[in-house]
């Protein structure tokens, strides 16, 4: 008999994190499910960890390693139950994860997808603060799921057939393949909030996949833009300027962050795509024109305009 539930944890030498998070899937008040764990091919005692788990809810896939939306679509390949959640090997959820998202669903048959809300442990002052995600379901609803997805991967229940049909997760991702599936599946059909903290997005200092900023900027406007490419239905309902504020303007935001993060690599590659594309102010091209001189020039004329700035405002 096929679970309600399918988990799907993809690990990659998760040796040290992996224990927590099966933990609190072994602990899930809602006992209906099958956890499929695929061993991203690991160098680790990964491997080691998942086979000695006896659960017999426990299915283990080993693969070479291929990434991490491969790793989750060998999962989905291999899933039997009618929702999907998926486990990050070093993230966890509450007790009452699945059965409240499971609940929401069932309380809205029409409904592709439940999310809840997260929190981001291990992380200091508002970063670390409980985080629930706004109500999507309302007459802005395109236009907010195109300005971001505010749940993480681990805080959602999904049905397989949506994500099916969706086409699973996009391999050329690194940052943004939850996004772009999100943004497939919860555009075409309603979606329902459980307005709790049920996950847990676990910072243990290592070079996590949100680390590099540009990158997953630049992800997020790519799949923004084959979102709107393949459903140009989406720009006609929003208006074209609308749609390049939420797209180029956002990317631009995100460039401006690393610029005055001094993060000059990212702010250039993020800029020049802006440029490209004819978007912005004239105040905001001063700003960014100089992202296609050499890198070592931008920076001597960024030092320069700070000391003119200075002394304009009276500093040595």
Known sequence: MSPGVSIIMPCYNAAAHLPQSVSSVLSQTFTDWELIAIDDGSSDDTLTLLQALTDPRVRVHSQSNQGVSAARNA???????????????????????????????????????????????????????????????????????????????????????????????????????????????????PIARVAEVLAFYHFHGAAQASANHARAALQLWRAQREFLASHPQAISQIGREQAATLTHGTLMQHGFECYWARDLDGARSIFRTVMRHGYGAPREWLYMLPSWLPLSWHWAALRLFERLMGRRNGKP
């Open 75 to 189: 999962g989905l390949a291999l899933a039997r139950g009618q929702y999907v959640a998926f486990l990050d090997a070093d993230d966890t959820w509450a007790p009452t994860f699945l059965a409240k998202l499971f609940a929401a669903l069932q309380a809205h048959p029409d409904a592709v997808l439940a999310y809840c809300g997260w929190r981001n442990i291990g992380l200091p002052g508002p970063r670390g603060e409980p985080f629930i995600p706004p109500d999507y379901e309302t007459s802005a609803k395109l236009e907010t799921l195109l300005g971001g997805c505010r749940w993480p991967i681990h805080a959602a229940l999904t049905q397989r057939d949506a994500i099916a049909d969706a086409g699973g997760f996009n391999p050329l991702y690194t940052n943004a393949e939850d996004y772009a599936l999100w943004l497939q599946v919860a555009t075409v059909a």
